[in-house]
């Protein structure tokens, strides 16, 4: 799986607060804590993602919080500090059953589509879904955040903070992730939510 430290050009210089990650190309921007490493995703997407296995990427840029930071973290079932990724995908590539919302929740809570029944799963009894909300953007993007809570096989429970969005012609599938362990998510809330609250979408250049 391809990994390097994020390239000049994708994030702008930050401030004694953020780092900015930004693709122009595909219209997003967002800040990540300062002090949080960012690496470039170049052939897959890493185990915190949920569509697809990571599987045709557009773009991604991962993000750790540790003191002790390695691309590895990403990966990792569960994580005792804040990590995330910010992933573009071709819609077309991911043969979804629709493009609306109700297949962006079903992407964000694990949900699988059964196509005799035409219909998604139920939730996996493992993850619990919460403050669930409808999102809009400038330039017609459109999707849903919500908070996913899993319990792991090894007992402890991991909470991310998630947000999916198709842009206006629903030719771009747009995910952005960021958690840890439920008692790492509460230390570090604002910052883990923040993330998300910073994103911007714009219209493509």
Known sequence: ??????????????????KYVKNPALGVYLKVPHEWTLYTLETAGPA??????????????????????????LDAPVSDTPIGVVEVYPALALNLPARNLTTLKALLSHQTYDDTAQTYSAVPLDT?????????????????????????????????????????????????????????YEAHRAQIEGVLDSLTMRSIE
């Open 1 to 18: 799986m391809g990994a390097a430290l994020l390239a000049v050009g994708v994030f702008a210089c930050g401030s004694a607060d953020a």
């Open 48 to 73: 915190i993602s949920s569509v697809n296995g990571g599987k045709a990427l557009k773009w991604a840029v991962g993000f750790d919080g540790a003191l002790q930071p390695s691309r590895f973290h």
């Open 128 to 184: 619990k879904i919460s403050e669930v909300s409808e999102v809009e953007y400038g330039s017609g993007y459109f999707g849903i955040r919500l908070k996913a809570s899993t319990t792991e096989t090894n007992g402890k429970v991991s909470t991310l903070a998630k947000l999916a969005l198709f842009d206006q012609s629903t030719q771009l599938l747009y995910v952005l992730a960021a958690g840890c362990l439920d008692s790492c």
